[in-house]
T-cell receptor, first 112, second 115 residues
Framework: SQQGEEDPQALSIQEGENATMNCSYK?????LQWYRQNSGRGLVHLILIRSNEREKHSGRLRVTLDTSKKSSSLLITASRAADTASYFCATDAYNQGGKLIFGQGTELSVKP | DAGVIQSPRHEVTEMGQEVTLRCKPISGHDYLFWYRQTMMRGLELLIYFNNNVPIDDSGMPEDRFSAKMPNASFSTLKIQPSEPRDSAVYFC?????????????FGDGTRLSIL
């Protein structure tokens, strides 16, 4: 069954704008990870946030985690055309033996 | 450093044929994963290995699918006989350490089309 669900499914913005993607999940987690997938390529790990953390930053990326609402968000600031990709959250849930369960992804398009 | 290497990148074959997908994980990584990605079902974990030993194959869809890891630097995923519904992109990934809290490194996948 699907653990993480991203929202929106697709997002189109102009270069320089911020992009926010959300991920909701159903059961308690140990960790949550975000990945990017460029067209025709494999997934690339972006950031990992643990259940006892509320916010993490990496360059232009900011991830928040609200375990009470079972949700996470990924913010990309000052977006660039090269950020065009699909973004996935992946949860390491308590009852999954460490396996990552991936959401369906948000397709981000950044127009120059 | 070389990443995860998968071959072939594309495979087109006829229904009923045997298909073998290959993966070379990152050197030193002790976990290896096989995933399948489709539009309908998203990214699904098929099987994973720890130190060359299969740990969880609950995602393998049918007995037609089998996976092996004869050594730390090589794994195969076989489909025999193949069916059109097996058409998908198959990814191999590897990681170091406990699987839940380590990043997974993905290859660029094999795009499989079964006619």
């Amino acid at each position: 069954s699907q653990q993480g669900e991203e929202d929106p499914q697709a997002l189109s913005i102009q270069e320089g704008e911020n992009a926010t993607m959300n991920c909701s999940y159903k059961t308690s987690i140990n960790n949550l990870q975000w990945y990017r997938q460029n067209s025709g390529r494999g997934l690339v790990h972006l950031i990992l946030i643990r259940s006892n953390e509320r916010e993490k930053h990496s360059g232009r990326l900011r991830v928040t985690l609200d375990t009470s609402k079972k949700s996470s968000s990924l913010l990309i600031t000052a977006s660039r055309a090269a950020d065009t990709a699909s973004y996935f959250c992946a949860t390491d849930a308590y009852n999954q033996g460490g396996k990552l369960i991936f959401g369906q992804g948000t397709e981000l398009s950044v127009k120059p | 450093d070389a990443g995860v290497i998968q071959s072939p990148r594309h495979e087109v074959t006829e229904m009923g044929q045997e298909v073998t997908l290959r993966c070379k994980p990152i050197s030193g990584h002790d976990y290896l994963f096989w995933y399948r990605q489709t539009m309908m079902r998203g990214l699904e974990l098929l099987i994973y290995f720890n130190n060359n030993v299969p740990i969880d194959d609950s995602g393998m869809p049918e007995d037609r699918f089998s996976a092996k890891m004869p050594n730390a630097s090589f794994s195969t995923l076989k489909i025999q006989p193949s069916e059109p519904r097996d058409s998908a992109v198959y990814f191999c990934a590897s990681s170091l350490g406990y699987i839940g809290d380590q990043p997974q490194h993905f290859g660029d996948g094999t795009r499989l089309s079964i006619l």
